[in-house]
Structure formats: structure tokens, C-alpha cells
């Protein structure tokens, strides 16, 4: 209903609604991509994408256009360019520019392939770690500058590729490459459609608009290049720039961020590291001293597994979790402690919590840099 332009601010709030909804279920899940296309759906609520070749305007609800104000262009290009460039600002890390983090991400990636004797040279990590900065650095610029935009875009065509099929990353690269071709012309879409179907499709189009309307072709170009109001330049500027500072907030967080993750999500900082743990969680009767062992595999899917013990803020909340299932269950308020164990993009492991702290009396967000063990140095 989107790509057809049919009740197409039905469909576009419908499915900004459901698909962010599912987003935000369960942190465990998190990816940037997904995060990407939340902020996109918004996007097209807002643009008037079916005023065009839609068929909201074959049935009369929507007056036709040949124009569109540039700045629904230049806002789905500004969303690409932020995931590349912070991309790139966020590789300004040290385990990043050692080649530490893409050791540990090729070593995992190419496990048991023809490539895994490769893994073994720092070069080949210190490649992959400077190539990959510098191309998320510049390559919105190199594809909005014409000279270099053929060239940009095929790096951008290996860069992806490789990505898909190197790295288990979902849609994100193809996604990616897709939307990177929004910085070619605009009217890049129409040259690369034959002739004859432009021209066929087009009287089709026409015939069935006259009916439609009684305004004139005129006051139609005119009404469209009159722009958007005063009100949505407002919105559109304070969305703006939300999304150019909320991925800087980690800045204001004592310790490392990718050590205490406050501040990674939603701010680009992707792929930057690998964490191995070792967990147990204890639960304790605070009179008696009797301990249990609670196994984190019987209360977790295997995604949740996966992820939670190497970030804090799961961590706690998992701790919360099993605080109020002997609540609940055994009638009394338990000692809930856990000793977790990280290794840090290759790293030996080190401790992340104090083995003897009761994180079911830490409020369920308080930030995790004021509980865990700080990182120490690099």
C-alpha cells in the first residue's frame, strides 16, 4: 500500500506504529537497521510521497504533482549520511584503530572458511579497521560530489557485499546499498526505465487523471513548488537535530562506552565489539544463607542469551526479573548476586560486577556505569 501510494498515510502510520512497536519489545534484538527503518517510516508519514504516480491520486484522494519540495529528498539522504558518518566517528576507538575489534569479528566471521588462514595477519585487521573508517567517513560526500559519485557508489557496492556475506548482519547491507543510490539525481529513477514503457505508462496515467480534477496544470505546478509550512519546518528542524545530538550523549557518561554500553543504542556504534562472558547468578536467602544457582538458559530465548551478560543494563534487569519470581513463588526477598566475567575484543577476562553486590536493590535503570567495574586501563 506504501510503494503503491494507496490510503497512504493509513498504511505509513500503520506501519511506523507496528514495526516500531516490535522494535522496542525486546532490547535483546536490537540492531541499527532496524532502528533505520523506525526513523524512515516516520519519515514518510510526514512526505507526501503519494501526491505522484500513486494511486491515491487515480481515485481522487490526493491531487496530482509533478513536483515535490527537495527537502523530503535531502531528509531521507540526511539519514543515510548520519549512519554513514557517525558510523565512521564512532570507529575513532581505540580497539578499533588497533585492529582489535575487526580481529575479533573476522576471526569469528571466517571461522572454518578458505579466508580463516588469513585472519592470522594484523595487517589484514588493520586494513579492514582503517578502510572501513574511511569509507563511512567519506562516502555521503563522495556521492552527493558528481565527479565521484560513480566511483563512491561501486566502493559502496563492495564494501556492502562483502559485508553480506561476510558478516552475519541481516538486511543491513542490502538496505544500505539500496538507499545509498538516493544520492544519485532525482530524476535518476526515470533514466534507467525503457522509453517506451515511460511513454505508455505515462498516457495511461494522464488519461485517468483529467477526470479527477478541474484545476489546471498551472495552478498544480504551482501549488506544489509552494513548499511545506512554517509548522513542519519547525518539526523537521528540532527532528533534525535530535538525530545530529542523541548519538553524542554517550560523551557525557563517565568510563567507556563499549565497556558499559550507556549511550550505544540508538547513536551508529556498530560492530566496534566482541564480548565473551562467563555468568552465574546466585540467589540467596537473606536469613539462612542458603544459595541456589539460577540458570540464566531457563528464563532467556536464545537471543536474549546471547547478548545479556555482556551488557550491564540487561544484566540488572534480569537480576529485577528473578528477584520477583522468588517474590512471588517462594515468599520471601532473595540476595540476588552473579559473578560475570568479559572478554573484551580478545582480551583476558576481567570482572564486570562485584561478585558480592545484590543487584536486586539497584533500580532497574539506573545507569551501569555507576555499579559495574570500571574497565580499567585499555
Not at 174 to 180: D, F, G, M, N, R
Not at 254 to 264: C, D, L, S, V, Y
Not at 292 to 312: E, I, M
Not at 338 to 352: H, Y
Request: hydrophobic residues 45%; positive net charge; glycine residues 6%.
Amino acid at each position: 500500500m506504501i510503494a503503491c501510494g494507496l490510503f497512504y498515510r493509513i498504511a505509513t502510520s500503520l506501519f511506523f506504529l507496528g514495526y516500531t512497536y516490535v522494535f522496542l519489545l525486546d532490547q535483546a534484538t536490537y540492531n541499527n537497521h532496524f532502528y533505520l527503518i523506525c526513523l524512515l517510516s516516520f519519515v514518510l508519514i510526514l512526505a507526501p510521497l503519494n501526491r505522484s504516480w500513486s494511486l491515491d491520486v487515480l481515485r481522487g484522494a490526493a491531487q496530482h504533482t509533478d513536483r515535490l519540495p527537495a527537502i523530503w529528498l535531502w531528509l531521507i539522504r540526511f539519514h543515510m549520511g548520519v549512519v554513514y558518518f557517525y558510523g565512521g566517528i564512532a570507529k575513532f576507538d581505540p580497539d578499533w584503530l588497533e585492529g582489535l575489534a575487526t580481529r575479533e569479528l573476522l576471526g569469528a566471521a571466517n571461522r572454518g572458511t578458505i579466508f580463516q588462514p588469513l585472519m592470522d595477519y594484523e595487517l589484514v585487521h588493520l586494513f579492514y579497521a582503517w578502510s572501513g573508517l574511511l569509507f563511512d567517513l567519506f562516502i555521503p560526500f563522495l556521492m552527493l560530489y558528481k565527479p565521484t559519485r560513480k566511483w563512491a557508489f561501486l566502493a559502496a557496492v563492495l564494501f556492502h557485499t562483502n559485508n553480506y556475506f561476510v558478516f552475519q548482519i541481516g538486511i543491513f547491507p542490502v538496505l544500505a546499498l539500496v538507499l545509498t543510490l538516493i544520492f544519485f539525481d532525482a530524476d535518476f529513477p526515470r533514466k534507467i526505465v525503457p522509453e517506451k514503457f515511460k511513454k505508455f505508462a505515462r498516457e495511461q496515467y494522464r488519461q485517468r487523471l483529467i477526470p479527477l480534477t478541474n484545476l489546471s496544470a498551472e495552478k498544480m505546478e504551482q501549488d506544489s513548488v509552494q513548499g511545506i509550512s512554517k509548522t513542519m519546518r519547525i518539526i523537521l528542524g528540532l527532528y533534525v537535530v535530535a538525530q545530529l545530538l542523541l548519538p553524542f550523549r554517550h560523551t557525557l557518561y563517565p568510563g567507556w562506552t563499549i565497556w558499559h554500553q550507556e549511550g550505544h543504542y540508538f547513536a551508529w556504534r556498530m560492530m566496534l565489539r566482541q564480548k565473551i562472558t562467563r555468568v552465574q547468578f546466585n540467589v540467596t536467602h537473606p536469613s539462612t544463607g542458603e544459595q541456589r544457582y539460577a540458570n540464566p538458559r531457563d528464563y532467556l530465548n536464545t537471543s536474549q542469551f546471547k547478548v545479556f551478560a555482556g551488557n550491564p543494563g540487561m544484566i540488572l534487569l534480569f537480576a529485577q526479573h528473578l528477584d520477583q519470581l522468588v517474590q512471588s513463588n517462594a515468599g520471601f526477598d532473595p540476595i540476588i548476586s552473579a559473578r560475570i566475567e568479559v572478554s573484551l575484543n580478545g582480551r583476558e577476562f576481567r570482572q564486570l560486577v562485584d561478585p558480592n553486590l545484590d543487584l536486586s536493590r539497584i533500580p532497574a535503570y539506573q545507569p551501569a556505569y555507576s555499579w559495574i567495574k570500571p574497565f580499567g586501563e585499555r
